[in-house]
């Protein structure tokens, strides 16, 4: 069993910017995606971005230029980079790591974009 938990979260005028942070509770295989979604109220959750164990990274078409998703191995931890952001980015941010034969989730950090 991994645990992932999330911080970094918190409210944070438009245009500006929050790290996200995933720490697992332990190393995890290199044959897992680690990735992090988000869900507004009333709105399914939704991909954010993803990054393999090779660095391999995939980005929402609404987050792309505005958000990265790096990882440290070492650390266990992987990172979202959030600048610019915009009211609609309001949601709570999940960490996930997945491969074919399932996964594990966070428990969720919010992020409120507001004036």
């Known amino acids: 069993q991994v645990q992932l938990v999330e911080s970094g979260g918190g409210l944070v005028q438009p245009g500006g910017s929050l790290r996200l942070s995933c720490e697992a509770s332990?190393?995890?295989?290199?044959?897992?995606?680690m990735g992090w979604y988000r869900q507004a109220p009333g709105k399914p959750r939704e991909l954010v971005a993803t990054?393999?164990?090779?660095?391999?990274?995939n980005y929402a078409d609404s987050v792309k230029g505005r958000f990265t998703i790096s990882g440290d191995n070492a650390k266990n931890t992987v990172y979202l980079q959030m600048n610019t952001l915009k009211p609609e980015d309001t949601a709570v941010y999940y960490c996930?790591?997945?491969?074919?034969?399932?996964?594990?989730w966070g428990q969720g950090t919010q992020v409120t974009v507001s004036s």
């Open positions: 996930r790591a997945f491969n074919v034969r399932g996964g594990y």
């Open positions: 332990r190393s995890i295989s290199s044959t897992y995606t």
């Open positions: 990054i393999t164990r090779g660095g391999n990274t």
